[in-house]
């Protein structure tokens, strides 16, 4: 049973129900992070237990008295700055009880739950794109309905923007196994501002001017997604918007760092700062703190809207 137990990666407890005292084997005194001792009382395992899972998982197993049949509860504990979470069972009421002691198990099942919330990011990602790809489609098609003089030419003009947009979209998400090569920062811009533009309007609405600096591949997909948002928020909103707003993207460098400037100009009038709380500004923010060591800060000027993304120059080749 112990070779079973080992093999399982399960963690054994008792509860001493009357006088709220556990007895732990050693894999579950290691997955709380805890010294060995004969005894350890619940507000000791308490302390360890995430604050908002804390007066859950007391409910919980105060519960379990009362709860005939088998019971699970998954909860977060904290070790240092590690995250782990715990899946703790057993049977509840009577059934689980012998002489006043109540009989369950440990499980460490962070991997589980890591993969879940991956899988909640990315259904909520693909929502988000799916929902801006929309949006953009919509924006292109005004756009480019407002430059053309007939049917077959502005056909023409919107398949070549939206083939265009996907080569884009493929460097915001590179396809799995395909290893990429560093890029040219004007270059990525470029391409992914491409669709956006109108040379037919006047010579060239979208602008870039950034030195002459290579970008990794994991570099290249986060700012892929920053300026993919980016665009699209123009595009629905701002500069992009209009026949007449321009973009102009420059960039400087300044010791061990390198700041992108975006500055929109001849869209519709801001009034004010807009709700930066959505899906798309959170996963940006979230990106460029992770990936690039960076931030990016917002003007809100009446003229149009002035970006400014500080990140660190070791990182633009990773």
Same mark, same amino acid.
Do not use: C
């Given at each position: 049973m112990r070779l079973a137990i080992d093999? $399982? #990666? *399960? $963690? @054994? =407890? #008792? =509860?001493? *129900? !009357?006088?709220?005292? &556990?007895?732990?084997? !050693?894999?579950? &005194?290691? @997955? =709380?992070? @805890? %010294? =060995? $001792?004969?005894? *350890? %009382? &619940? !507000? !000791? @395992? #308490? $302390?360890?237990?995430?604050?908002?899972?804390?007066d859950r998982v007391r409910a919980a197993f105060t519960a379990t008295r009362s709860v005939t049949g088998a019971y699970e509860i998954d909860f977060r504990i904290l070790l240092g700055d590690e995250v782990r979470w715990i899946s703790a069972r057993g049977q509840g009421a009577d059934e689980g009880i012998l002489d006043g002691v109540m009989f369950g198990i440990f499980l460490d099942v962070t991997g589980r739950k890591q993969a879940e919330e991956g899988h909640e990011l990315l259904a909520g990602e693909m929502s988000h794109r799916v929902k801006n790809l929309l949006a953009i489609a919509t924006g292109l098609t005004r756009i480019t309905s407002q430059s053309t003089n007939s049917i077959a030419e502005m056909a023409e003009a919107l398949t070549q923007r939206l083939t265009a947009l996907g080569r884009a979209h493929d460097l915001v998400r590179p396809l799995p196994g395909h290893e990429g090569k560093a890029a040219l920062l004007g270059d990525l811009f470029s391409v992914l501002l491409a669709p956006y533009d109108d040379p037919g309007a006047f010579a060239g609405r979208i602008r870039v001017a950034v030195p002459r600096m290579g970008v990794g591949e994991r570099t290249a997909t986060t700012l892929a997604l920053v300026i993919h948002e980016m665009a699209t928020n123009s595009v629905k909103h701002g500069a992009l918007s209009t026949g007449t707003g321009v973009l102009d993207v420059s960039s400087t460098t300044d010791g061990s760092d390198v700041s992108v400037v975006w500055a929109e100009t001849g869209g519709p009038a801001i009034s004010g700062p807009p709700d930066m709380l959505g899906f798309g500004s959170k996963l940006i923010s979230r990106s460029i703190a992770h990936d690039l060591g960076g931030v990016l800060s917002y003007d809100w000027q009446e003229t149009g809207l002035v970006a400014t993304l500080r990140m660190r120059r070791d990182r633009l080749a990773a």
């Amino acid at each position: 049973m112990r070779l079973a137990i080992d093999a $399982a #990666s *399960v $963690a @054994l =407890w #008792s =509860w001493q *129900v !009357e006088t709220d005292r &556990f007895t732990m084997d !050693e894999r579950a &005194f290691g @997955l =709380w992070g @805890l %010294a =060995w $001792a004969d005894k *350890v %009382a &619940f !507000e !000791e @395992l #308490s $302390a360890h237990i995430h604050p908002a899972d804390r007066d859950r998982v007391r409910a919980a197993f105060t519960a379990t008295r009362s709860v005939t049949g088998a019971y699970e509860i998954d909860f977060r504990i904290l070790l240092g700055d590690e995250v782990r979470w715990i899946s703790a069972r057993g049977q509840g009421a009577d059934e689980g009880i012998l002489d006043g002691v109540m009989f369950g198990i440990f499980l460490d099942v962070t991997g589980r739950k890591q993969a879940e919330e991956g899988h909640e990011l990315l259904a909520g990602e693909m929502s988000h794109r799916v929902k801006n790809l929309l949006a953009i489609a919509t924006g292109l098609t005004r756009i480019t309905s407002q430059s053309t003089n007939s049917i077959a030419e502005m056909a023409e003009a919107l398949t070549q923007r939206l083939t265009a947009l996907g080569r884009a979209h493929d460097l915001v998400r590179p396809l799995p196994g395909h290893e990429g090569k560093a890029a040219l920062l004007g270059d990525l811009f470029s391409v992914l501002l491409a669709p956006y533009d109108d040379p037919g309007a006047f010579a060239g609405r979208i602008r870039v001017a950034v030195p002459r600096m290579g970008v990794g591949e994991r570099t290249a997909t986060t700012l892929a997604l920053v300026i993919h948002e980016m665009a699209t928020n123009s595009v629905k909103h701002g500069a992009l918007s209009t026949g007449t707003g321009v973009l102009d993207v420059s960039s400087t460098t300044d010791g061990s760092d390198v700041s992108v400037v975006w500055a929109e100009t001849g869209g519709p009038a801001i009034s004010g700062p807009p709700d930066m709380l959505g899906f798309g500004s959170k996963l940006i923010s979230r990106s460029i703190a992770h990936d690039l060591g960076g931030v990016l800060s917002y003007d809100w000027q009446e003229t149009g809207l002035v970006a400014t993304l500080r990140m660190r120059r070791d990182r633009l080749a990773a």
